[in-house]
């Protein structure tokens, strides 16, 4: 079984501030997603990275894959109260057959 | 196109009961998910389809669930006889592909308590 780590498991932070939460494993993935869920929502993908140490931007996000692949971080940018919501990652590999496995997720609160 | 819809999106049953949730997946979407997500575990995928057929249910915690997926467009997951421990967010997700990082389309989820 593929096992993805987050932390932290709970981040609250006052609007405008930076923030960074993590995303690990022992197990390479061929990619790996981000998503974010709102209360009473189904997860909503954020953005998928695909190559060992490839960075994507997403407004005030920043998302990193690990060299090896293994690891991920998403960063965000003077944060909003509207970035409030549980944020996943999610890998795939093809030694699970691409099924997505999904980490516990970080809960953030932004406060104004 | 309306995305993921699944239904109902609360469902309160006593114990012993059966329970149906319903999910129509993104039309030409070749692949649907059923996760099961709980505060102490999160989401844990319970079984997929590809072009109708289930490929892996490897996740289906025991024999009082199943699940179908009689067309392109309607899956069912059951629970009978239904137990307070089934008591989660259950969803339904589409995708075009698997593998290529494509990601998933999420439903709005069912909520099922159990009493």
């Known amino acids: 079984t593929q096992l993805l780590e987050q932390s932290p498991q709970f981040l609250s932070i006052q609007e405008g501030e930076n923030l960074t939460v993590y995303c690990n494993s022992s197990s390479v993935f061929s990619s790996l997603q981000w998503y974010r869920q709102e209360p009473g929502e189904g997860p909503v993908l954020l953005v998928t990275v695909v190559t060992g140490g490839e960075v994507k931007k997403l407004k005030r996000l920043t998302f990193q894959f690990g060299d090896a692949r293994k690891d991920s971080s998403l960063h965000i940018t003077a944060a909003q109260t509207g970035d409030t919501g549980l944020y996943l990652c999610?890998?795939?590999?093809?030694?699970?057959?691409?099924?997505?496995?999904f980490g516990k997720g970080t809960l953030l609160t932004v406060n104004p | 196109d309306a995305g993921v819809i699944q239904s109902p999106r609360h469902e309160v049953t006593e114990m012993g009961q059966e329970v149906t949730l319903r999910c129509k997946p993104i039309?030409?979407?070749?692949?649907l998910f059923w996760y099961r997500q709980t505060m102490m575990r999160g989401l844990e995928l319970l079984i997929y389809f590809n072009n109708n057929v289930p490929i892996d249910d490897s996740g289906m915690p025991e024999d009082r669930f199943s699940a179908k997926m009689p067309n392109a467009s309607f899956s069912t997951l059951k629970i009978q006889p239904s137990e307070p421990r089934d008591s989660a967010v259950y969803f339904c997700?589409?995708?075009?592909?698997?593998?290529?990082?494509?990601?998933?389309?999420f439903g709005s989820g069912t909520r099922l308590t159990v009493v």
């Open positions: 999610a890998g795939e590999s093809r030694g699970s057959n691409y099924k997505l496995t």
């Open positions: 039309s030409g979407h070749d692949y």
């Open positions: 997700a589409s995708s075009l592909i698997v593998g290529g990082g494509y990601g998933y389309t």
